[in-house]
């Protein structure tokens, strides 16, 4: 899992209230942790009767906020602190007695005095059961809430621990992840509209045999949640991955090269950036069949013919669109990648050797190099590719700001 890089060295601060899925904010905890961000966890009392505060203790590190008199060594107050510190405020799962307490302005615990002192983004993760999720008094608070600039997530759907089935379920805690990472991202690329391809082709001579690369579209992906989280309107256009699709963004499935090319064509018009991730497979065989093909030891040669250069024909018509391509090599690579920028008309092309461990295909991590038609390459120290796709896209914003398309 690639983990977002906004969240690093950042407070987050994560209400827990008394819901059965109190024990999934256990590995919210733990996706924060991993994310680089300092956890404060704040329970009520009913919170505490579904997981223990030792548990948060642990898997933070730091004390749990549970009682609004503990004593502090600090002499500070804990709620107006907290709220002081805090990057983020989390709650999940937010249960409808909390959110209705929120809505209404009580302060009553730990947990709604902090929300009344707070002045950071905040998100709730509605959990609870269906008809009291669609109860209108429940979807007016949550109104309320929304109003005011709280994030305000919609439940999942499924089997509830009441027995019902339907909305109510804790959003997966990769979403809460996801979505306070954007929540506190810049959102420095509100309106513009950006087009991203990802992952491999299959080029198939038969039903069951194709040709393909190694790549596993992480770098495509980490580039399209980037571009959401800084406020783009973000189409992705994506070969065969084994990922869910990104959050909030138009995603178009394909599995050949004519098929990409296909997709590209029909929504790379008026696009202010092109991120042209995909490892596109260059040949397709000449004639495929519809039955497998038996002992095909027997074919000594296999016809191919050329796929379209997709990076090409968007150099060609690219007019006020930045154009990003990348290039993964195994020798050579500024050589390589200034003739590929050069013939291919970009405006940018991230270069990196592949082979090596631990960066390009399949990794989640990555050590690139940014090489420009009119300055000095740029080289990136090895890091995580989500982190890479913000460095690109700062870049990126760059250049479009230099060339007065903004």
Not at 246 to 262: D, F, G, H, K
Request: a neutral charge; glycine letters at 6%.
């Amino acid at each position: 899992m690639i983990f977002p890089s906004m969240l690093q060295n950042k407070r987050v601060v994560l209400g827990v209230t008394g819901g059965i899925a109190a024990y999934k904010a256990a590995y919210l905890v733990r996706l924060f942790k991993q994310a680089g961000a300092d956890v404060r966890v704040v329970m009520t009392r009913a919170a505490e009767r579904f997981v223990c505060p030792l548990t948060f203790e642990a898997l933070s590190e730091n004390p749990v906020y549970n009682d609004m008199w503990q004593d502090n060594s600090q002499g500070k107050i804990a709620h107006i602190a907290l709220a002081k510190e805090a990057d983020v405020l989390v709650v999940a799962p937010a249960t409808a007695n909390s959110i209705a307490k929120f809505a209404n302005g009580m302060a009553d615990d730990p947990l709604s005095t902090l929300m009344l002192a707070v002045t950071a983004p905040k998100l709730v993760a509605p959990s609870m059961n269906i008809n009291m999720y669609e109860n209108p008094a429940t979807q007016a608070n949550l109104q309320i809430l929304a109003k005011r600039g709280f994030c305000v997530l919609a439940p999942g759907i499924g089997f509830l621990a009441c027995g019902d089935e339907g909305k109510g379920r804790m959003p997966d805690p990769e979403i809460i992840l996801d979505r306070t990472a954007a929540l506190i991202t810049e959102k420095d690329l509100g309106g513009k509209r950006v087009l991203v391809t990802a992952g491999p082709t299959r080029e198939y001579m038969d039903p069951v045999r194709f040709i393909s690369n190694p790549s596993s579209g992480k770098m495509g992906f980490a580039l399209a949640r980037a571009c959401e989280h800084r406020g783009a309107c973000v189409t992705l256009v994506t070969g065969p991955v084994e990922m869910d699709d990104p959050i909030n963004m138009r995603v178009i499935r394909v599995t050949t090269a004519l098929e990409m090319a296909a997709a590209v064509n029909e929504y790379a018009a008026n696009q202010d950036m092109v991120f042209k991730a995909a490892a596109v497979s260059d040949y397709r065989p000449a004639a495929a069949t519809d039955q497998k093909i038996k002992d095909s030891r027997q074919i000594e040669t296999l016809e191919l013919a050329a796929n379209p250069d997709i990076l090409f024909e968007l150099g060609r018509k690219k007019g006020n669109t930045v154009l990003v391509g990348f290039a993964a090599e195994t020798q050579k690579l500024e050589e390589h990648s200034a003739q590929k920028m050069q013939k291919k008309n970009l405006d940018m092309i991230v270069g990196n050797i592949v082979g090596v461990s631990d960066s390009g295909f399949g990794a989640d991590f990555n050590t690139v190099t940014c090489f420009y038609p009119d300055t000095p390459p740029d080289r990136l120290a090895s890091q995580s590719k989500d982190s890479v796709a913000h460095a690109v896209i700062d870049r990126a914003l760059t250049i479009y700001r230099k060339k007065g398309y903004e």
